[in-house]
């Protein structure tokens, strides 16, 4: 048993990297992911994590194959299409995940064709957004640097944002902070995903972020509590994600997305707050009166 | 030194022959068509047909052979060939079906007969040494691909064969054979052309034999601990045979699909317990994943091996020639202290 768990961290420093990379990243996607849900924005990941790809590109093509640089371009575009979704929503009357998806599409264009300009036959999205398994000194800085910089700005706004994810009209009485809250809490999502990014790949990324907060919803209507749940539940998928990956080979980012997945699908059958067991026991109760 | 010489005189006395005799001929001289399985017994062909010939490749350079699907159009150029070369023991399992559909009737020249063959089965197990504290499930896997795989299904990622390994290139002294038996398969084509074609040969195989030799005088004296090696290909069998390199296998170690922890770790398992050298496993979906593992084990990482096919044209590997040269210098600059 102790083998079982201990023996792949105590002989291999790639997995004790691993390990280290994805609990820093389950600390942060627990909140980051839960405000992301309460704001209706689960679907936002995936829209980031189309927009990296300009600046990756550009990053690429100005330093080559720099991790830093590389980040350091993808947070850029990220972070450029996230303001301008939340800059033009708050002027106009368009909904910010409508705006989100135009900048999103727009810059997707725009990286896809700078990566077939320069037409280097090295895949730039695999080499950027490559395995858990390959985090070296260099990234696991960086992802301590954006887990330290995202926990700092979410305690800064975290009243406001518990306020304005319950009622959109409360970060409006705020006025000008309000929206410089909402504007941090994007830089702060951005921030998580190039660290997910960078370890776990663009689409396994999203779902270590998503995945734990939807099923910590089951569990609590709570935010702290349903944030540390989702915490919890994203280092727990890290951690037997890794082991899954090292015990059965499988592929390292889908193991852990699927030990997520594992965890949803539990807590929507048997969580205690509006699971389908919930359902069905008050459904029952119903009838029964 | 006579040996040096006498392709040298005999080209001289061809040309001359060529100049008094042809004059009248060289403008009838229409190439035969030769097609080729793959790209390294092109090259062969074309180094010994010259302008004789007009080579036409089924798999080309930097393509796959085990993986091969023939078309509607390689059927037509084997239609229409007067000579085809493939190199047998296996490797081509797809061929025997395309000749017959295809309706081809002309010569069909086995580059490897006559070479030693070498069983799969032989390379690395006398080699690795049993562990039997952790997984070997992974080589067996290896193994078994060479031995049970049906023929008709295995376009996976091994070959079409039983049990010999068909990769017999990989030794030069095998290129030599190689020469020899296209030289005589285009001699049979053309008889009117057998001198031409006899000194073309003669040339080339000595240039191999001066490749072998060189290659030998490489890799020979380096202390045996230096010369431990892991492949992701299991096609340097004959190479390890004849130039007295160690290669393991990768175990489980696939180019092709994401890597897991586990295959991470047994593979690292396997540099440490081999005491291993150089790592040449290619997986192009992280390098950064290669770096980890020499970070991790102290082995040096390779360049690229060429087992298989040529690289494209203008390359560093894009004759048969070049590409052995190519892949004696990555070993040794991987594994020179």
Avoid at chain 1, 136 to 152: H, K, M, P, R
Avoid at chain 1, 177 to 187: H, I, K, T, Y
Avoid at chain 1, 227 to 239: E, N, R
Wanted: with cysteine; hydrophobic share 45%; proline share 5%.
């Amino acid at each position: 048993m102790v083998d079982f768990f201990w023996a792949p961290f105590a002989d291999f420093a790639f997995m004790q990297r691993a390990l280290v990379a994805s609990l820093a990243l389950g600390l942060i996607s627990g909140p980051v992911g839960v405000l992301l849900v309460m704001r209706r924005m689960s679907l936002a990941g995936d829209a980031i994590s189309h927009a990296v790809l300009p600046g990756a590109a550009v990053g690429y093509m100005i330093a080559g194959m720099s991790l830093p640089v590389l980040g350091l371009g993808a947070f850029i575009t990220a972070l450029l299409v996230a303001l301008l979704a939340s800059g033009v929503s708050n002027v106009t009357s368009q909904r910010e995940d409508a705006s989100l998806a135009a900048f999103y599409l727009m810059a997707l264009a725009i990286g896809v064709t700078l990566v077939s300009m320069h037409g280097s036959n090295i895949d730039l999205m695999h080499l950027l957004f490559g395995s858990i398994l390959a985090v070296d000194e260099t990234a696991l800085i960086l992802i301590a640097g954006a887990t330290t910089v995202t926990l700092i700005l979410l305690a800064m706004i975290w009243r406001v944002l518990l306020g304005s994810s319950f009622d959109p009209l409360f970060l409006a009485q705020y006025g000008r902070s309000g929206r410089v809250a909402n504007q941090l809490f994007m830089l702060t999502v951005v921030l998580t995903f190039v660290a997910c990014f960078q370890t776990l790949g663009t689409l396994m990324a999203v779902g270590l972020l998503m995945l734990p907060a939807i099923a910590a919803k089951f569990w609590s209507r709570d935010i702290p509590i349903a944030c540390l749940l989702a915490s919890g539940f994203a280092m727990l998928s890290g951690t037997i994600g890794l082991l899954l990956s090292y015990h059965a080979s499988l592929p390292s980012g889908p193991a852990i997305v699927l030990t997520a997945g594992v965890i949803y699908l539990t807590s929507l059958f048997v969580g205690t707050h509006d699971s389908l067991l919930i359902h069905t026991i008050r459904s029952t109760r119903h009838r029964e009166s | 030194m006579p040996k040096h010489i006498r392709p040298l005189l005999s080209i001289a006395t061809l040309s001359t022959l060529l100049l008094v005799v042809t004059p009248s001929h060289a403008t009838e001289i229409k190439p035969i068509n030769v097609v080729t399985s793959f790209s390294i017994l092109a090259n062969m062909t074309e180094e010994i047909g010259g302008p004789l010939v007009s080579v036409t490749s089924l798999v080309g350079p930097n393509s796959d052979a085990h993986v091969f699907n023939p078309s509607p159009a390689h059927a037509r150029a084997l239609a229409n060939a007067d000579v085809v070369v493939i190199n047998g023991l296996g490797f081509e399992g797809w061929i025997d079906r395309l000749i017959k559909s295809s309706g081809f009737n002309g010569e069909l020249a086995v580059a490897s007969n006559g070479v030693q063959p070498l069983d799969f089965a032989d390379e690395h197990e006398s080699k690795v040494p049993e562990k039997p504290d952790h997984d070997d499930h992974g080589h067996k896997d290896k193994h078994d691909h060479g031995h049970k795989e049906a023929p008709t299904e295995s376009h996976a990622d091994k070959h079409d064969h039983d049990d010999v390994d068909p990769h017999a290139w990989q030794d030069l002294r095998n290129g030599q054979i190689y020469a020899a038996n296209i030289r005589d398969a285009l001699i049979a084509a053309m008889p009117a052309h057998r001198d031409q074609i006899t000194t073309r040969a003669q040339q080339y195989i000595e240039e191999i034999r001066v490749l072998d030799q060189i290659t030998r005088e490489r890799l020979e004296p380096l202390a045996p601990p230096l010369k431990r090696i892991i492949t992701s290909h299991d096609a340097f069998g004959y190479f390890a045979r004849a130039y007295d390199i160690e290669f393991f296998a990768a175990q489980g170690w696939s180019t092709d699909r994401e890597v897991s922890a586990g295959d991470m770790a047994t593979l690292i398992r396997e540099i440490r317990q081999d005491d291993v050298r150089a790592l040449f496993v290619e997986n192009m979906s992280d390098p950064r994943l290669m770096e980890r593992i020499a970070e991790e084990t102290g082995v040096r990482i390779g360049g690229k091996l060429y087992s298989d096919a040529l690289s494209a044209p203008g390359t560093q590997a894009d004759t048969y020639l070049k590409m052995f040269n190519s892949n004696v210098n990555t070993i040794l600059q991987a594994i020179e202290p």
